[in-house]
């Protein structure tokens, strides 16, 4: 008679995890929507873009066709560097909307930003390393680059983005930072947009310091007032400026589909990482990309996404300037999905259960700082929530900062 030995119980490992594993922390904003995925609760938090922006009818019409035309390859792995008709389309594109001169050799597929970012991050800086960036500055940066071990030294900002001064002041503490992170349109998370005199000087300073910028855009194609500021790209003269874009924004962010154009040298080594990673991205996500720029979708998707994120742009400033005490401080930004509050002396993170209690939430600014040392500012997304909930949501936040700060 065979005996069968009872299953043993699963032991914890944590004593087998790596040093670095010991270190990692998790997402503020991930955790977050864990946090408030119920249906009583107004989220300001996640940076969602809205469905009602998502193309759904040119996606169906370019689905079925490419499927028809190109369904066996569209099925199959692809090349590391992304869909060479895709890449062909976008250095056209990038050329006619941005005045950036990229050959198709010159730009690689991702999955997503966020593997752009820890791939920069991997074969330009090692362990203990640091980089510069804006503060605050995008939390899934921070965590890109704190799971390989890379430090952040973070520069202040104003209304104008970067404050020059104070980032010759940090490279003179902190003289050979392996690059400089940036978002200079509307930027995450304040919805700050950096001013042309502003680029011109940080690519100056790039210059004298011989410095990689890395300039992330995901938000660029979502002005909705002001003049259009050329991309760091477009001025670089020296090939300083690494750029990162993305379909999240304008396409859809199930897609997972993000790019980055380079040098090919770095091209390369980006995709020599991309192949330890995840060998290639979404052949799927890619032809359906490519037909969305081809076709002209993309062109005609972006500004019904503008109009709808104006909207509701305007629609969370009027309910702060009807509800907000007046000492409470906010941008105004002229694009993206982000708007930064700020209420001197109060303390975001302890605020944040009372917001939970009101059945309202924010990120706190703190999660966009390397070192978590600004505890009187928040990020609210404007782009996702429903107009009403906009402003009942405004509402409830406008009682918390009332009562408890």
């Not at 890109?144 to 952040?152: G, K, Q, T, V």
């Not at 900002?157 to 992170?181: A, C, Q, S, V, W």
């Not at 500021?229 to 690494?242: A, F, H, Q, R």
């Not at 982000?338 to 259960?353: E, P, Q, R």
Request: proline share 5%; hydrophobic share 35%; charged share 25%.
């Amino acid at each position: 008679m065979v005996k069968f030995r009872p299953m043993a119980m699963n032991k914890p490992l944590n004593k087998k995890f790596s040093d670095l594993a010991e270190t990692m922390k998790p997402s503020a904003i991930r955790m977050l929507l864990r946090v408030t995925d119920t249906p009583d609760i107004i989220s300001f938090g996640g940076g969602l873009p809205n469905p009602d922006s998502f193309p759904l009818d040119e996606v169906r019409e370019i689905f079925e066709e490419q499927l028809k035309i190109n369904g066996k390859r569209m099925l199959q792995y692809g090349a590391t560097e992304g869909l060479k008709t895709l890449n062909i389309a976008l250095a056209k594109r990038m050329k006619e909307k941005e005045n950036i001169n990229c050959s198709p050799d010159e730009i690689i597929q991702t999955t997503g930003s966020q593997e752009a970012l820890y791939m920069l991050g991997k074969i330009f800086a090692n362990p203990g390393e640091y980089v510069i960036s804006e503060a605050p500055t995008y939390t899934g940066t921070i965590t890109a680059l704190r799971a390989s071990n890379i430090r952040m030294i973070g520069v202040p900002m104003d209304h104008d983005g970067m404050i020059m001064e104070k980032l010759r002041e940090t490279l003179k503490k902190y003289p050979n930072p392996r690059f400089i992170y940036v978002i200079p349109n509307f930027q995450n998370p304040t919805g700050i947009t950096m001013s042309y005199e502003r680029r011109k000087e940080l690519l100056e300073i790039a210059s004298e310091n011989d410095l990689i910028i890395l300039e992330d855009d995901p938000y660029g194609n979502l002005r909705f007032s002001g003049e259009h500021i050329p991309s760091l790209k477009s001025m670089d003269k020296e090939g300083n400026v690494v750029y990162l874009g993305t379909f999240s924004k304008v396409l859809a962010p199930g897609f997972r589909l993000g790019y980055v154009i380079a040098s090919k040298d770095v091209i390369e080594k980006l995709n020599l990482a991309k192949q330890a990673l995840d060998l290639a991205s979404s052949t799927i996500s890619e032809y359906i990309a490519e037909g969305y720029v081809t076709k002209g979708y993309m062109e005609r998707q972006i500004p019904k996404i503008v109009s709808l994120y104006r909207h509701k742009r305007d629609l969370m400033i009027e309910s702060f300037e009807k509800y907000f005490p007046e000492d409470v401080e906010f941008t105004r930004p002229n694009g993206g999905m982000f708007i930064w509050v700020t209420k001197k002396g109060a303390n975001t993170d302890k605020l944040f259960t009372k917001a939970m209690e009101m059945k309202v939430a924010y990120v706190i600014g703190s999660a966009f700082y390397p070192d978590e040392d600004n505890h009187e500012s928040m990020r609210l997304n404007f782009t996702y929530s429903s107009d009403e909930n906009i402003i009942e949501g405004v509402k409830r936040l406008s009682e918390v900062l009332k009562r408890y700060s």
